[in-house]
């Protein structure tokens, strides 16, 4: 099994991180390679205790989309199949799956119950090594869940394959553009990670902007000109209620971003043409002003681990990437490269920063460690900005603007070592998007 996945293993591996084999843990370190996408078959899961076959098509489907979505992973067409799984029990016919290179074959039950709850099986097979991969597991849910247990599916694969944790079963919250450039409506918008289940948060009244989840993915932060100069506010998900959270007469505030306690918030202030970074308790709204530079400070990320902040700032006379302690104190500058760097943001490993560049006329979405070594660019566009990672760190999501499109923003992502770029799906155009954490 390790042979035939050192591939893929390899890809995860591209940037030096640790992956975790299957029995024991393992290290690969590689600086470039031409990565083969591993073969898999998935066939339709098998419908149960009266389901409709449609249901269990569709949920197989959205499991194959995910893991063929990453480039990690490519799907045998049901067309080449040799066998068929009519039976969650049956034993498997390796050699059938064999026959065309299926190396790893995932085979699905699905039955709904009485009263709407669904409940969905699966089983992973090393089909060259003639065994299951771990044991089958199960998920529970609605009806109205399906396309949840199908995504919580997709990481369970993912994660015993690679030993990296998913992303699949995550929501994206974003900008929603409508409208001509020169009377564009913008509103915030949720989404499932690839799109589907879209959900209107605010109306169209005000311009927002910059939305970000909290660690947990329940609340949301983001920035409104409704009272005609930009405000930040905390809207919870669940119910849309939200509140003004930071209000100061004669000052502007945007750029928030939460602290991994959940309870901690940074952004920036405008104030008598001067831009410094602040923090504020969202319980007891007692703030802390963490820069007080005669320069532009703006557009903050916490670490992980809550002891440092990433950040932006011209104090040098051009837009560098900085870091300081959570506290305030006098900062680092990480960023040297030619360009101008900006909106930076911790990766949720801890590992890497990603940012946006913008360098001879060509705007870039790129990393670098937290020291500013090992710079790369995984973009090049007319504008490209914004990045968000995924819930595994291994994923960035961004804005991109097509010259020549009338103006309109489209979501793409991109695996960090710049392969596998993609446009994602949205209703009309969007932008700012933010990544959740993993759903319970």
Same mark, same amino acid.
């Given at each position: ?10 890809? %995860?591996?591209?940037?030096? %991180? ?40 569709? %949920?197989?489907? @959205? ?55 669904? @409940?969905?099986?699966? /089983? ?14 199960? =998920? ?7 396309? *949840? ?16 944790? #998913? ?5 994206? @919250? ?12 913008? /509103? ?6 690839? #799109? ?45 209620? *939200? ?5 100061? +007469? ?18 920036? &202030? ?39 902040? &990433? =950040?932006?700032?011209? *104090? ?16 680092? *500058? ?23 560049? +913008? ?23 007319? %504008? ?57």
């Amino acid at each position: 099994m390790m042979k035939r996945f050192l591939t893929l293993l390899a890809a %995860l591996a591209a940037l030096s %991180l640790p992956i975790a084999a299957q029995a024991a843990p393992l290290r690969i370190e590689i600086t470039e390679g031409v990565i083969e996408p591993l073969p898999f078959a998935a066939p339709d899961f098998v419908a149960e205790g009266g389901t409709a076959r449609q249901l269990a098509d569709d %949920l197989a489907q @959205v499991v194959a989309d995910d893991l063929a979505g990453t480039g990690l992973f490519r799907q045998i067409p049901d067309s080449a199949f040799i066998s068929q799984v009519s039976s969650f029990s049956s034993p498997v016919q390796f050699a059938d799956w064999k026959a065309i290179n299926a190396q790893a074959l995932i085979t699905g039950a699905v039955d709904l119950q009485a009263g709407g709850r669904l @409940v969905v099986k699966f /089983r992973l097979y090393d089909v060259f090594a003639g065994q299951e991969l771990g044991q089958g597991l199960q =998920f529970a849910g609605t009806r109205d869940g399906w396309r *949840r247990m199908a995504h919580k599916v997709a990481d369970a694969v993912y994660s015993r394959i690679t030993g990296e944790g #998913g992303y699949f079963d995550s929501r994206v @919250v974003y900008v929603s553009e409508t409208g001509p450039k020169n009377d564009r409506k913008k /509103r915030l918008a949720i989404m499932d990670y690839d #799109g589907a289940n879209v959900q209107y948060l605010t109306d169209s009244s005000s311009i927002v902007l910059a939305p970000r989840f909290s660690p947990t993915g329940d609340r949301i932060l983001y920035t409104s000109y409704e009272s005609g100069f930009p405000r930040i506010y905390l809207l919870d998900v669940a119910s849309v209620r *939200r509140r003004v959270l930071e209000d100061q +007469q004669g000052t502007m505030s945007f750029a928030p971003r939460f602290a991994p306690d959940g309870q901690t918030v940074v952004y920036s &202030v405008t104030r008598g043409g001067n831009t410094d970074i602040f923090r504020m308790n969202v319980g007891t709204g007692q703030t802390r002003r963490l820069t007080s530079a005669p320069s532009i400070e703006t557009a903050p990320s916490f670490s992980p681990d809550g002891s440092k902040i &990433v =950040f932006e700032s011209d *104090r040098s006379g051009t837009q560098q990437l900085y870091i300081m302690d959570a506290n305030g104190g006098e900062p680092r *500058r990480i960023s040297f490269g030619k360009g101008r760097y900006g909106t930076p943001v911790w990766s949720p490993r801890g590992d890497f920063i990603a940012f946006t560049k +913008q360098s001879k006329g060509r705007f870039h979405i790129g990393v670098m460690r937290t020291d500013g070594s090992e710079e790369r660019l995984l973009t090049a566009s007319f %504008l490209d900005e914004g990045p968000t990672w995924s819930p595994n760190g291994r994923v960035i999501m961004f804005t991109r603007e097509t010259q020549g499109a009338g103006g309109q923003a489209s979501l793409y992502s991109v695996d960090i070592t710049g392969r596998n770029l993609k446009r994602v799906k949205t209703e009309g155009g969007a932008s700012d998007p933010s990544w959740s954490p993993l759903q319970n």
